[in-house]
């Protein structure tokens, strides 16, 4: 045990840790621990080696530690009066910064003291504030010329040059009641230290370097506030025009897409209302051709049966283009696309059956409407008895009942199906008709809920 | 012209702080400057500035107090100040590593203070003067830094270069002696100007959007 308490033991940080008042408490354990004797051994190490370092870094020390100078300023008492009032209130800052107006953000340099110095050589020719103001000024306007000429950098990247002419600068600073010579040279004092400098002598006008700058003498470099990837803070959301632009374009595209899918919707929804049509249509004219078949067989016995040879079933069906382009009710021959030779020779003679069929559905109220050029089913064409029998077939023998029960007579409702055969639908006991004679196949469509505004 | 001040603030800084950076640019800071006032004015002592959003919760990112103000005091004041805005901002803190020679010893003395200020008060009685812990057991991660701020890790290794963290019983354990707190609290020297909270009139900075 004792050679494990000396491995230095992390601590965690979530636990609770109990808090032991007094010696008593560790009177369990003799053995003293690894802290303490650590402790111990490291007390006797540092005595050991103190007095040896000490004397000597005393000695070292002292004659290397630099007292600082001072200098008393004359203005001091003028400048720090004894007239300072802590105030109640909070200092704020300064407000709206004044350009070229009364407070000059310039204070001279050794450079530039040394100069006017040079320059004045004892005469007093110009004043330091003097300087300091001209200094202040040229830098405001040439930094107003670069604006106007857009070569403002955000970052410090190349040599910024001077824009501000010495003409440009006289014009501007008429009011400063200078002289010509000492204003020229205070120019090119200025113009040949801002080519040195390479950028702004004010710097306020100085822009940051670039933060890809790795000369650690080039300081204050912009940082942005970054890594916040993984934070949804409201301070991280920019709230600027750029962003504002940028929803009300996503606004706008919303809006239209909106748009587009109504008139989707509607589009497909008619699409659908056509078919439903186009299928209770096809519906009613098999209905009509079914009743209208049965009525020819009631009221007109003697006309000549429509099923002529001449045509087959598909004469009678019309493309149904035909029918979606609405063509006016034409000739069939103008229309049909005949696909059986003989057919030609039957033409005139449909043409005719036809217009009589027209004409007799005109007779039959609700029947009127039929177009005979309309498409009608495939293989309902009813069966005709005379035409069967001239082909030697004929219904069963109405043979009567051996016990006397009656049995009712046959009715034969076939039609002609495909390649002539003749088909039997199935019967149905109640209506007696054939299966799906009346019914239809429409089931009328659950009212649909209108899933948008 | 807030910045400039700040830039020359910085400037001065690193007269003296050797190790400081210039690298980044202040805007993304905040300054405390500590004066004393006499009739001539308000005069600067110190200073310390802190991020405005740490992603670290560093509460403090360079701390100076000016040569002819030392040893009075001012560097802990101003150490436990920014614990005190972190207490408003109820964060925890803790300085921007890494941290200097004197840095490092400075904050040592203050947390030792505070912790063993906390710890020889028992049953554990908050400054504020709530019961923190009935049976002598604390969490320092929670109940300790929370009571003072300092965040978790730097109570432990400070307790742990006191030696107060001691193995005993199966588990480690606070060792809370009266005396040897004492003795350790008298050897950190004075603990510096105390903060009055009740004259700390300060929001947490918010960015304006």
Redesign the interface.
Same mark, same amino acid.
């Given at each position: 045990m004792s050679r494990l /308490?000396f491995r230095p033991?992390p601590?965690?940080?979530?636990? #609770?840790?109990?808090? @032991? #008042? $007094? @010696?008593k408490?560790?009177e369990?354990?003799d053995t003293p621990? $690894?802290?303490?004797r650590n /402790?111990q051994m490291l007390r006797l190490a540092a005595a050991e080696v103190e007095p040896e370092v000490q004397p000597l870094a005393t000695k070292k020390l002292a004659p290397e530690i630099p007292t600082?100078q001072f200098v008393v300023v004359d203005t001091y008492e003028r400048d720090?009066?004894?007239?300072?009032?802590?105030p109640t209130s909070y200092l704020r800052?300064?407000g709206a910064?004044a350009e070229i107006g009364e407070f000059v953000?310039y204070d001279l340099d050794n450079e530039d003291e040394d100069w006017l110095q040079d320059y004045n050589k004892d005469k007093k020719i110009l004043a330091p504030e003097k300087l300091e103001s001209l200094l202040f000024k040229l830098e405001v306007l040439d930094h107003k010329a670069r604006e106007r000429a857009g070569v403002i950098t955000p970052t410090l990247v190349s040599p910024i040059p001077v824009l501000l002419t010495m003409d440009a600068a006289i014009e501007a600073l008429q009011s400063q009641s200078i002289k010509y010579g000492v204003f020229q040279a205070v120019y090119n004092y200025w113009k040949e230290k801002r080519e040195r400098w390479q950028k702004p002598i004010l &710097?306020?006008l100085q822009p940051?370097p670039p933060v890809n700058d790795n000369n650690?003498y080039n @300081?204050? &470099?912009?940082?942005e #506030?970054a890594?916040r990837l993984h934070t949804r803070r409201?301070?991280r959301?920019e709230?600027n025009v750029q962003s504002f632009e940028k929803l009300r374009q996503v606004r706008r595209n919303l809006d239209q897409a909106k748009t587009l899918l109504e008139a989707l919707i509607k589009r497909e929804e008619k699409k659908r209302d056509v078919l439903e049509c186009e299928v209770s249509l096809q519906r009613i004219q098999m209905k009509y051709k079914h009743e209208t078949e049965l009525l020819e067989d009631i009221t007109l016995p003697g006309f000549p049966p429509i099923s002529s040879k001449f045509a087959s079933s598909e004469d009678e069906f019309m493309d149904s283009d035909d029918l979606a382009n609405s063509r006016p009710r034409a000739r069939p021959a103008a229309v049909q696309n005949p696909p059986l030779t003989d057919s030609n020779v039957g033409m005139a003679p449909t043409a005719s059956v036809k217009q009589e069929f027209r004409r007799r559905h005109l007779l039959h109220g609700w029947l009127h409407k039929l177009d005979p050029l309309e498409p009608v089913l495939l293989f309902t064409k009813p069966l005709v008895p005379d035409k069967l029998a001239a082909a030697n077939i004929v219904p069963p023998s109405d043979t009567s009942t051996k016990n006397g029960a009656s049995t009712p007579p046959y009715k034969f409702h076939g039609r002609m199906g495909r390649g002539g055969r003749i088909v039997f639908d199935r019967w149905n006991p109640l209506m007696h008709t054939p299966i799906d004679y009346s019914n239809s196949f429409y089931i009328p469509r659950k009212p649909r809920p209108s899933t948008y505004n | 012209m807030n910045k400039v001040y700040g830039q020359n603030l910085c400037y001065l800084a690193k007269l003296f702080l050797d190790h400081k950076t210039l690298y980044y640019d202040v805007d993304l800071f905040l300054f405390y400057v500590l004066c004393e006032y006499d009739d001539r004015g308000c005069h600067m002592v110190g200073y310390f500035s802190k991020e405005k959003h740490s992603e670290e919760s560093y509460n403090l990112a360079c701390i100076l107090t000016l040569p002819p103000y030392q040893r009075k005091g001012y560097g802990k004041f101003l150490i436990a100040f920014s614990y005190e805005l972190s207490k408003k901002e109820c964060k925890v803190g803790t300085p921007e590593r890494p941290l200097s020679g004197l840095g490092l010893l400075s904050y040592r003395g203050c947390v030792e203070n505070v912790v063993g200020c906390v710890l020889c008060n028992s049953p554990l009685l908050c400054p504020n003067g709530n019961l923190c812990s009935c049976l002598g057991v604390v969490n320092a991660y929670t109940e300790l830094s929370d009571m003072t701020a300092i965040k978790a890790e730097d109570i432990l290794t400070t307790l742990q270069s006191l030696e107060l963290i001691q193995y005993r019983k199966g588990q480690d354990v606070i060792y809370a002696n009266p005396k040897v707190l004492d003795r350790h609290l008298k050897a950190t020297g004075r603990g510096g100007l105390e903060v009055d909270v009740s004259k700390l009139i300060w929001t947490p900075y918010k960015e304006q959007s």
């Open positions: /308490s033991r601590l965690d940080i979530h636990k #609770k840790l109990p808090i @032991v #008042k $007094s @010696v408490d560790f369990d354990d621990t $690894s802290a303490t /402790s600082p720090y009066s004894r007239t300072f009032f802590q800052a300064r910064r953000e &710097r306020r940051p650690p @300081v204050f &470099r912009p940082r #506030k890594h409201m301070q959301r709230n | -």
